[in-house]
Structure formats: C-alpha cells, structure tokens
C-alpha cells in the first residue's frame, strides 16, 4: 500500500510495487489453503465453511475496484485512496 501511495504521490519507481504484488501472489494462496483446515474443526459443515473462507479472500479485491471507481468518477485522488488503505491496514 505505500509503495503505490509513493508511486501515486509522484514517484517514477514501481519496483516496491513488483515486490509487493509478488509476495502477495506468492503468499496469498499459503494463507488461504492453510485456513481451510480450521473447517475440519466443525465436519457438519465443513464444506460451508471452506465455501466462505474461499469467498472471502476472493472479495477482499473489491476494494480495488471501489479505488477505480471513486478515482475514475473524480471523487478522490489516488494518492488519498491508497493513504487511507495504508491507514487501515496499520489499524488493523
């Protein structure tokens, strides 16, 4: 997040931006196959639960999308929209 709020706030470099999309490609899937174990924990409904942990990580993209959409209609800029995720993932 902050390498493309740096990116967005006039940086030339997306390199930071590589190496952060990578390791998400990279590590993403370890995180979420890992998860799919704790159903086993409840076998009545383990298939729901592997349903919703699939379903979950795939919409934490939309996020993404509702950048493009609020920079794209002028709402914001991109440099404020990638401070705020920075913010959140910090809170977090």
């Known amino acids: 997040a902050l390498a493309m709020y ?3 706030a006039g940086g030339e470099s997306l390199v ?3 190496i952060g999309f990578f390791l998400l490609g990279f590590g993403g899937p370890g ?3 890992a998860t799919f174990h704790m ?3 409840f076998p009545s409904a ?6 919703a942990s699939t379903a979950l990580f795939d919409g934490g993209s ?3 999308a509702l950048f493009y959409s609020l920079t794209d ?6 440099e404020t929209c990638w401070l705020g995720y920075a913010g959140a993932v910090l809170l977090v």
């Not at 383990?46 to 349903?51: E, H, Q, T, V, Y």
């Not at 209609?73 to 991109?78: E, F, R, T, V, Y």
Request: zero cysteines.
């Open 6 to 8: 740096a990116h967005a």
């Open 16 to 18: 930071p931006a590589y």
């Open 31 to 33: 995180v979420q196959k």
């Open 39 to 41: 159903a086993h924990l």
């Open 46 to 51: 383990s298939g729901s639960l592997i349903a």
């Open 62 to 64: 939309v996020i993404f």
């Open 73 to 78: 209609a002028g709402s914001l800029d991109l």
